[in-house]
């Protein structure tokens, strides 16, 4: 056992001093390591129970500047001519942005970009000449400059051939349309969007292929606005097409990319219960009544080897 810890003898006589049998040192290291570690139990109660009934929490994202990089279009080249409708379109992309393809105009369809910097979608043509260019956006929805813009051209010739033999791209042109980007959406929550059908003639019927394996086919009686919902599992970028017909059998084609956000971790709250705040309770004035005698008896017998010290000297001074 350590001296400091030891019960104190007098260093001439042998005999148990009167005074200076405890150990302060040791009961000030004790105090000190019971103090801690309920100080450290305190604040894991309390402090670490995350947030409290009724609180808000609150997070931001500071707009930084849109991007300055364009998308470039490499296919196809300017002035071709298509026969068949969809047609793929290729290009170059800053990294890290959704890509969106326009038709004179007219929203074409989207799709991210790489990780290499290209992109590839399938857009439907209108008739006849098609100004075809893409713009990108980053991930706040801040559209960067315009890429280069081409024209092509869908010459249409009577009924198509081959694998589509039975369907008619000509006369009264089928559009399809619904909004460029979905952002926002969480995995096993509802996500919602309009599609617009253009011309053609009714009923329709619509198949949209979610990127994730599944479909639905709705059937139209007119050309109303309307809107379906499809709920994703799984975080990620989904690639949708849609395909419309109409009674004369014409189609239209449309690729939209969808964004599902990772589902943020919900926060755990946890209470103290009524045992643990009830010790709590009787600990803390436990501790501080026991520091409060610990020191009392140091004050106190500090104080009396002054008393002894100083009759001690009176004691010489009367024998002297």
């Known amino acids: 056992m350590p001296a400091w810890v030891k019960i104190s003898e007098h260093k001439h006589t042998g005999k148990l001093r009167s005074h200076e049998h405890t150990s302060y040192v040791f009961l000030g290291m004790l105090l000190f390591v019971v103090g801690f570690a309920l100080t450290s139990f305190t604040s894991y109660a309390y402090v670490g129970r995350g947030p409290g009934a009724g609180s808000v929490g609150m997070s931001g994202v500071v707009a930084g500047k849109p991007p300055t990089s364009a998308a470039h279009i490499t296919s196809p080249t300017d002035g071709q001519h298509f026969s068949t409708t969809p047609i793929t379109v290729k290009g170059t992309c800053p990294t890290d942005s959704l890509v969106e393809i326009f038709k004179n105009d007219i929203f074409a369809g989207s799709t991210p970009c790489t990780t290499d910097g290209s992109f590839s979608l399938e857009s439907d043509l209108l008739i006849g000449a098609n100004v075809v260019y893409a713009k990108v956006y980053d991930a706040l929805n ?39 980007i979905f952002r926002g959406t969480f995995p096993n929550q509802e996500m919602t969007m309009p599609i617009d059908i253009i011309g053609g003639r009714a009923p329709y019927a619509v198949n949209i292929q979610w990127g994730d394996g599944t479909n639905k086919v709705v059937s139209r009686t007119d050309n109303q606005t309307f809107r379906v919902g499809h709920v994703y599992e799984k975080a990620g970028t989904y690639q949708l097409s849609l395909q419309a017909t109409d ?9 939209v990319a969808s964004i599902v956000n990772g589902q943020p971790p919900v926060a755990e709250t946890t209470t103290p219960s009524k045992s643990v705040t009830d010790n709590l309770l009787l600990l803390w004035p436990l501790y501080a009544a026991t520091f409060a005698v610990v020191i009392s008896f140091w004050i106190g017998e500090w104080r009396e080897k002054r008393m002894l010290a100083k009759h001690h000297l009176l004691i010489l001074d009367q024998n002297v």
């Open 142 to 180: 801040q559209a960067g400059p315009d890429s280069n813009k081409i024209t092509v051209w869908y010459d249409v010739l009577g009924i198509q051939g081959g694998i589509l033999t039975s369907l008619n791209f000509g006369g009264n042109q089928l559009l399809i349309n619904t909004d460029a």
């Open 247 to 255: 009674a004369d059998g014409r189609v239209a084609f449309l690729t």
